[in-house]
């Protein structure tokens, strides 16, 4: 079963920027649409960006012109590059191909007022 670790995150003041790393057990990112997840206390996990095999990105409105996701097929790594970070940012955040089932732990980001 492949596996998917998350890290990167941390504590960091509002306006600032931290890059979010997710490291796959396999060369499989390249190959499926790959999602970054966020998760904040007391609300439901949502869906952050995407980068499909083709290369073409999407973004949730709240992070639009902020974040960017990448990948490095080589690296087997999909990243998130997070600027001008606002604390509504705060949450874990998760990545995985959009149709596996499984999660990973994670990465805590808090962002500071």
């Known amino acids: 079963q492949v596996q998917f670790v998350e890290s990167g995150g941390g504590l960091v003041q509002s306006g600032g920027s931290l890059r979010l790393v997710c490291t796959a057990s396999a060369r499989i990112v390249g190959f499926y649409v790959m999602g970054w997840y966020r998760q904040a206390p007391g609300k439901q996990r949502e869906l952050v960006a995407t980068l499909t095999s083709g290369g073409t990105t999407n973004y949730t409105d709240s992070v639009k012109g902020r974040f960017t996701i990448s990948r490095d097929n080589a690296k087997n790594t999909v990243y998130l590059q997070m600027n001008s970070l606002k604390p509504e940012d705060t949450a874990v955040y998760y990545c995985?191909?959009?149709?596996?089932?499984?999660w990973g732990q994670g990465t805590q980001v808090t962002v500071s007022s």
């Open positions: 995985k191909p959009t149709t596996f089932p499984s």
